[in-house]
């Protein structure tokens, strides 16, 4: 949660192995982070299909995407939260 372009930069610090200053995006200084490896990102906490182009655009397509909540709260039930959330990973991807 929070401002898109911070949580963009917050996850590029995830992703990227250097990052030049970009102020909107909250990087201050140019980062060079030498060995250390990615880290994949995990998105998880009551995140539903509505939020799929949200999800991809922050966090790119290698994402570990945990839906629970937003599953069983479905208002037709637990399988069509589960189909929800398939068909709207398809059309985005």
């Known amino acids: 949660e ?7 930069g917050f996850y590029n610090t995830l992703l990227k192995t250097h990052l030049d200053v ?9 980062q060079d982070w030498a060995a250390l ?3 994949t990102p995990v998105a998880s906490g009551g995140i539903h299909c509505g ?3 949200q999800l991809l655009d ?3 397509e290698d994402v570990v995407l945990q839906f629970g909540g937003g599953t069983i ?10 189909t929800a959330n398939r068909v709207a ?3 985005m991807v």
Not at 2 to 8: Q, R, T, Y
Not at 73 to 82: L, S
């Open 22 to 30: 970009n102020l909107p995006q909250g990087l201050f200084f140019e």
């Open 73 to 82: 709260g479905h208002p037709d039930g637990i399988q069509a939260g589960a």
């Open 2 to 8: 929070g401002d898109p372009l911070m949580i963009k």
């Open 58 to 60: 922050y966090l790119g």
């Open 51 to 53: 939020q799929m182009h």
């Open 37 to 39: 490896r990615k880290v």
């Open 89 to 91: 990973l398809e059309a």
